[in-house]
């Protein structure tokens, strides 16, 4: 593009500007309008949504709170109902009881096929016949026919009724009257209830009862879990000999069991209830419709494999009254194709042993949460619809008025462009002239800077690793060193163990050399009693004979010269024993004496060694202490060099870097000349000169190993050898031909064939 064509365009620029700042003007100041108000909008929008969605989603965690508090609350209350209910139920079975006549156990036996209610392990016991009122109660265990006292007292209060009797010391319950019946249907009469459960814990029941105490509370009653009252029965001795039960079943219990199966969160959630700890664990007390009572879910599983049912009731568990606590876990259903998040709100209602879980699926929380969403997308659209029309207004009437002011500039801009471009000629030889010398000069600056820096760098990387390794073998010494102090203070404290050794040897030799001296002087002692006793024995000889012949009168002295010899002979013998004892202990003690002569000398010995031993470790901690401070000298030495040689690479670096930037910038202007002749010409220019172009400046190396430089080419070149660099190479600035025929001058000429 030639000069007049710039300024022909400049022109029409200078007419077009102001209305394009005007149309420019006006469109952002619709535009910034729209925009802040829509910002504004979206902003409270956005607000507003993001306040609805956290208090729908505490709304829904609150609701399945409150509902899991509720159904605690209604526990708590059925239980002090049922409490009620029982303890009247009891009574009404007490005064049954007492006008029957009281319960008593008659001589005769009975034997049992006795049943654990756990297990289901049998065993035969004999036991004495239980009496009420005067009569044996029998063995009935046909539903169809009537049994004493307990059926009168379902009769009346509507509660199953038990006697028990004491089976064993141990205090296992045998049921022998009831109207519980088993699964097959017939009274649980022979069932009985241990008094140590499967867990090797005691059983809550039968530790009240033995006790003579009554048990209030949830129990497991052959086959199902009741609400149940125990009252021990005692004999005339004060002695627990059976107990009376009152009890209602948890599954008969229809309102709050309809309550729980009747709560809904939700378009899914529901309400559920588990036992958490004992040998019914995580088995299923409520289920979802009843349909799943009884199932054991306790190793269930979430979509990432956790036992959640056992983290809900442990959690569970440590709750306190009436507190809720919360989980989270992903479950898949069989319809499902992904895992879902579920909510549980859990509490324990531990009179019962229940955990109460209240759950609902996480994204049913967002159904309210999304269609709001949906409505501010709407609002964003519509907004965004009304921006674009009010735009389109400004832009089509600053267009018009574009075109009005566009006609008039082109005629007045055919008028000022001529005689502009020859001046211009003559500085640009000159500049691009200049820019060659300098771009040279930098490229050797540049080179020379590299190799100096990659020198640098190799030593700094070599002295790195010097110091590197110099502080491992500091290290190494300094903990040689600190080894062998503790080894020399080890070995002083051997020496003083020893020497104490040494010396207690010392005193046990005197010590065993005195109990030989003891025991030679107690076997003196004891060959003088053998020797009183042999003289006693004569005596008794002696007056046995006198007394045989003093005839009758004689017999009484007789008798205690018997006795008196028996007593010699039986000191002779106790001597006997003693001296051979005595013999023995004093052979140990010489062994000993001689052992403990040996061990002392042993001692000694040790005692040498260890001192010889402490005196070179000694002077092996002495040496490391020293050598260690050597080291120490050399890796600071080290350390200080490798500080100056880092320095020295940096400047280097320095050096590069700013060659570098005094080569970029030559480049820059040569650039810049190349581009004004483009700008003036409006066409290529040439130029003849001699010199070559320079080369490109090669970057500054990294304080790494660098490659081998090359090496340069011959003096008369002028310049260094061409290398990579980071940038692309210098763009020569084209070379026209000239529109002058023969011109063969080094200056730039300006292709005015398209002049005015």
Known sequence: ????????????????????????????????????????????????????????????????????????????????????????????????????????????????????????????????????????????????????????????????????????????????????????????????????????????????????????????????????????????????????????????????????????????????????????????????????????????????????????????????????????????????????????????????????????????????????????????????????????????????????????????????????????????????????????????????????ASGASEQASSLEETSSALEQMAAMTRQSAENARQASALAGEARASAQTGDSTTQHLTQAMSAINESAGQINKIVKVIEEIAFQTNLLALNAAVEAARAGEHGKGFAVVAEEVRNLAQRSAQAARETTGLIEDSVKRAREGSQVTMEVGESLSSIVQSVAKVTDLVGGIATGADEQAQGVEQINSAVSQMDKITQMNAASAEQCASAAEELSAQAQTVKNMVAGLVKVIGGAAVRHTSSRKQAPPVVQAPQPVRAAEPEQPVAKSQQRPAKTQDWRPARQEAPVASASRAGSTDSKFELDNSAGF
């Open 1 to 452: 593009m030639t000069l007049r064509t710039k300024l022909l365009t400049s022109k029409l620029c200078l007419a077009i500007i102001p209305v394009t700042l005007v149309g420019a003007v006006s469109f952002w100041q619709v535009t910034r309008a729209f925009d802040h108000f829509a910002t504004q909008a979206n902003a409270a929008l956005e607000e507003n949504n993001e306040a609805a969605r956290t208090a729908l989603i505490k709304s829904q965690e609150t609701d399945l709170e409150h509902v899991a508090q509720q159904l605690w609350n209604a526990c708590l209350v059925q239980q002090g109902f049922l409490e009620q209910k029982l303890a009247a139920d009891l009574n009404v079975a007490r005064d049954l009881l007492r006008r029957a006549g009281a319960i008593s156990l008659a001589e005769d036996r009975i034997e049992w096929q006795a049943t654990n209610q756990f297990t289901k392990a049998t065993q035969t016991v004999s036991l004495p016949k239980m009496v009420l009122g005067g009569k044996p109660i029998e063995q009935i265990t046909d539903a169809t026919r009537r049994a004493p006292l307990v059926d009168e007292v379902s009769d009346m209060v509507g509660s199953t009724c038990t006697i028990f009797q004491r089976m064993n010391p141990a205090g296992d319950m045998l049921r022998v009257c009831t109207n519980v019946q088993t699964p097959e249907g017939s009274r649980a009469v022979g069932t009985f209830i241990p008094a140590t459960g499967p867990d090797g814990k005691p059983n809550p029941v039968v530790a009240k009862l033995l006790k003579n105490e009554p048990y209030r509370g949830r129990a497991y009653v052959v086959n199902a879990w009741y609400i149940t009252a125990y009252d021990p029965i005692v004999n005339e001795a004060g002695e627990v000999t059976g107990a009376l039960y009152v009890g209602i079943k948890e599954q008969s219990i229809d309102q709050l069991r309809n309550a729980i199966m009747a709560t809904k969160v939700g378009k899914t959630g529901y309400a559920y209830v588990v036992n958490a700890t004992g040998d019914h664990r995580g088995h299923y007390v409520i289920s979802e419709k009843g349909e799943r009572d009884g199932e054991d879910i306790w190793n269930s599983r979430d979509a990432n494999g956790d036992l959640f049912i056992q983290n809900v009731c442990n959690m569970a568990v440590n709750l306190k009254p009436g507190e809720v606590g919360h989980s989270r876990y992903p479950w898949k259903n069989a319809e499902d194709t992904v895992a879902r998040d579920k909510v549980v709100k859990v509490a324990y209602f531990a009179p019962w042993d229940w955990v109460i879980g209240v759950g609902s699926y996480e994204d049913e929380f967002y159904e309210a949460v999304n269609a709001m969403e949906q409505r501010t997308q709407e609002a964003e659209v519509a907004t965004a619809q009304t921006r674009q029309a009010a735009l389109g207004s400004v832009i089509g009437w600053t267009a018009g008025i574009g075109g009005i002011s566009l006609f008039a500039t082109i005629i007045v801009a055919l008028l000022i462009i001529r005689s502009i471009t020859h001046p211009l000629n003559r500085a640009i030889a000159g500049l691009n002239e200049g820019s060659e010398q300098v771009s040279e000069a930098a490229a050797q600056v540049a080179a020379a800077s590299q190799h100096l």
